[in-house]
């Protein structure tokens, strides 16, 4: 079966920093569309940041930007996501997905999802 296995979540003080991975399992995905997505206590699943399957675009959520980075290594099959400065707003369930698409930040167009990694951030 399919799937991508996020790690890395847990719990860091505001101010802090926290790197996420993500990886495929029975397959590859080095063709594919990344993003990550977040899902917080009682709101709706939101983008946070794509990149494309050569790594040469990327695309991010103004709310994190210019404090996360995301990168992927498709030798290692590994998608990260650097977060610094990391707020109690950003506290939520960070979701891993793939795409066919070229680029795109509409949670629809992802078709893969991994379970989801727990951030959270205290104040």
């Known amino acids: 079966q399919v799937r991508l296995v996020e790690s890395g979540g847990g719990l860091v003080q505001a101010g802090g920093s926290l790197r996420l991975s993500c990886a495929p399992s029975g397959r590859t995905f080095s063709s594919y569309l990344m993003g990550w997505f977040r899902q917080a206590p009682g709101k709706e699943r939101e983008f946070v940041a794509a990149?494309?399957?050569?790594?040469?675009?990327?695309i991010y959520a103004e709310s994190i930007e210019g404090r996360f980075t995301l990168s992927r290594d498709n030798g290692a099959s590994t998608l990260y996501l650097q977060m610094n400065s990391l707020e109690p707003e950003d506290t939520a369930i960070y979701y891993c997905a793939a795409s066919p698409l070229t680029l795109s930040s509409s949670l629809s167009d992802y078709d893969t999802w991994g379970q989801g990694t727990q951030v959270t951030v205290s104040s």
């Open positions: 990149v494309s399957w050569d790594g040469r675009n990327t």
